[in-house]
């Protein structure tokens, strides 16, 4: 097992290098991020704190640091009480925002994707399992939604269950190619759709739970 304070200075390295030049002001957000284990949601990844995005397993990611603070930043921006996070992968940006002080449901639906983690670090979180495209309908109205990945367009069902004036923040990617250029939004449900506003621009892996079915043509 790393020595305990390796792994502290490993978390400043990541507060300092990768997270605070990359414009994410927030004392929140680094205050968690200096004091969460983040290897505790990486299984012990040796690579825990690199500027990567790690393998879960059946194309799913743990997201980069630097993209998950700005994710979270942009969610405490909005001053939310209650959030979903769909797509929570082992709960590391869950248990951000629960000790920012934020309410938190977290939405997986892959049961081997449960981590114990969440539980230890941030059991006021909600873990919930369903469909992620479907949302949680049960736990809204929620001032803030955030899809943890990146997501060719943004399902309408999510639109029922933001408060007013709620937000919808993910990675809208261009295309469904491999390492595609995505955007990162904030969006908000109108008459005519959801209407965004792009922060940043950024490549963050494909939720596989979001990509259309297959066509086929014979």
């Not at 299984?43 to 630097?66: H, T």
């Not at 938190?104 to 495209?133: D, F, I, M, S, W």
Request: net charge negative; glycine share 8%.
């Amino acid at each position: 097992m790393a020595d305990l304070n390796a792994l502290a200075v490993q978390r400043d390295n990541m507060v300092d290098s990768q997270v605070r030049p990359n414009h994410v002001h927030d004392t929140r957000v680094t205050a968690a991020m200096r004091v969460l284990p983040r290897e505790a949601f990486a299984a012990a990844s040796p690579l825990a704190y690199a500027d990567a995005d790690l393998p879960l397993g059946g194309g799913r990611f743990m997201l980069q640091p630097m993209i998950v603070a700005r994710l979270a930043q942009l969610a405490l921006d909005a001053n939310p009480t209650h959030v979903l996070v769909v797509g929570a992968g082992s709960g590391y940006l869950a248990a951000l925002l629960s000790l920012a002080g934020v309410e938190v449901v977290a939405l997986e639906e892959e049961a081997r994707l449960t981590n114990a983690a969440l539980a230890a670090y941030a059991p006021k979180v909600q873990a919930v399992a369903g469909r992620l495209a479907a949302g949680w309908p049960s736990g809204s109205p929620y001032d803030v939604i955030i899809i943890e990945g990146a997501v060719l367009d943004i399902p309408d069902a999510l639109a029922a269950q933001l408060s007013p004036g709620g937000q919808v923040i993910t990675i809208l990617a261009d295309d469904a190619a491999p390492g595609a250029l995505g955007r990162a939004v904030v969006a908000e449900p109108g008459a005519g759709g959801w209407s965004s506003v792009r922060v940043f621009d950024c490549t963050v892996p494909l939720l596989p739970q979001f990509m259309p079915a297959p066509v086929f043509s014979f």
